[in-house]
């Protein structure tokens, strides 16, 4: 069982920044490609970056490509996602994933606002 715990969201303002944090239990990058998406009210969830499970590649959607970036602390077990740049339309709950092609684990959320 894989455990995920969000922290960093908040409000900020349009072009500011945040850092989102995700505190992963055991050894679940060495077995899981992580990642991390986001739900706006009224919509669906939508796949925002992700770090697969040897280091060696990132992805990003294309509405944050250039402003957003993923990282981990492998001795800290924690995923990050550097937000720089916000826009109103990043405003949503952020949650972390942790990927294999057996099961997928999501952490509770956090939540971001980006005010205009």
């Known amino acids: 069982q894989v455990q995920l715990v969000e922290s960093g969201g908040g409000l900020v303002q349009a072009g500011g920044s945040l850092r989102l944090s995700c505190a992963a239990s055991g050894r679940t990058f060495s077995f899981y490609d992580m990642g991390w998406y986001r739900q706006a009210p009224g919509k669906e969830r939508e796949f925002v970056a992700q770090l697969v499970r040897s280091g060696s590649n990132t992805y990003y959607a294309d509405s944050v490509k250039g402003r957003f970036t993923i990282s981990r602390d492998i001795a800290k077990n924690t995923v990050y996602l550097q937000m720089n740049s916000l826009k109103s339309e990043d405003t949503a709950i952020y949650y972390c994933?942790?990927?294999?092609?057996?099961?997928?684990?999501w952490g509770q959320g956090t939540q971001v606002t980006v005010s205009s």
């Open positions: 994933n942790a990927h294999s092609l057996a099961r997928d684990f």
